[in-house]
């Protein structure tokens, strides 16, 4: 069973940064991808941003230029540099990793950014 854990979401100004880590654990065999969704209050979940284990990125038109998702030092873990935020950035973010061919979600962290 494979556990997604996030962390460093928070409240932050307008213009700000934040930066999202988040730690796969478990029966990971190998981990092909790993990323970011979105989810505002009243909207459906939304790609942020995803890199693969060879370290190609994708992300959101929204947030390109803007955020920067890196895979760590330690295996299956994964980072969301956030800079330059918005108020549509207000979110729930949540964590996947995809480890052979299932997929696995964080429990999300809130990010706010306030004017």
Avoid at 22 to 30: N, P
Avoid at 42 to 47: A, P, S, T, V
Avoid at 88 to 109: H, K, P
Wanted: net charge positive; charged share 15%; glycine share 12%.
């Amino acid at each position: 069973q494979v556990q997604v854990v996030e962390s460093g979401g928070g409240l932050v100004q307008a213009g700000g940064s934040l930066r999202l880590s988040c730690v796969a654990s478990g029966s990971i065999f190998m981990t092909n991808v790993m990323g970011w969704y979105r989810q505002a209050p009243g909207k459906q979940r939304d790609l942020v941003a995803n890199v693969d284990a060879s370290g190609s990125a994708v992300y959101a038109e929204s947030v390109k230029g803007r955020f920067t998702i890196s895979r760590g030092n330690a295996k299956n873990t994964v980072h969301l540099q956030m800079n330059s935020l918005k108020l549509e950035d207000t979110a729930v973010y949540y964590c996947y990793v995809i480890s052979l061919r299932t997929t696995t979600w964080g429990q999300g962290t809130l990010v706010t950014v306030s004017s």
